[in-house]
């Protein structure tokens, strides 16, 4: 049997992905969920705490060393690393794009005793449109997106003062 032309095999190919794209739903932004060496989880507790145990965020942009918390933060001695999307973006250009993602790393003296963690997963410009988390030895205070399990009010409230809800953006070496 002879084989379908190039172009034919595109036409197809293309037919077929309009109509896959015509079934997405249409209402309301779409959520990002993909997780990598850039992306953590938002799925909770049980995929991010593997995650974090695989030091992935650590080849991100990171500050050099631990420091007191800045300003009237609620964590303690911290070090934040900023994936590439916060890295390399300009933030006067308008929002942080969907894939933000930082790392807090919380000490209690040279020891990690938790972490907090804020992921951009969906356009716009308010705290529902992160994830957060943050635990601190055994205190699960936040694992959410939006508004599930209160970290909007927790981890929204205090990050409104930032910039789209970034205090601290780590450049891109």
Known sequence: ?????????????AVLFLACAEDAPKDGPKVTTEVTEQLPPTSGEAEIAPWLS??????WSCESAPHTASGASGHSKNRICSNEKIAKHDPASGPW?????????LYDGDRIVGYAVARKVTAGADAGAW???????????ADGL????????????????????????????
């Open 1 to 13: 049997m002879p084989r379908p032309q190039p172009l034919l095999r595109f036409a197809a190919l």
């Open 54 to 59: 695989t030091g992935a965020y650590k080849t």
């Open 97 to 105: 794009p969907v894939g933000a993602a930082s790392v807090k790393e």
């Open 131 to 141: 994830y957060w988390y943050e635990r601190v030895g055994t205190t699960l205070y």
């Open 146 to 173: 939006g508004t599930e399990n209160a970290p909007k009010s927790l981890c929204g409230d205090c990050h409104s003062r930032g910039t789209d809800f970034v205090y601290t953006a780590v450049s891109a070496r």
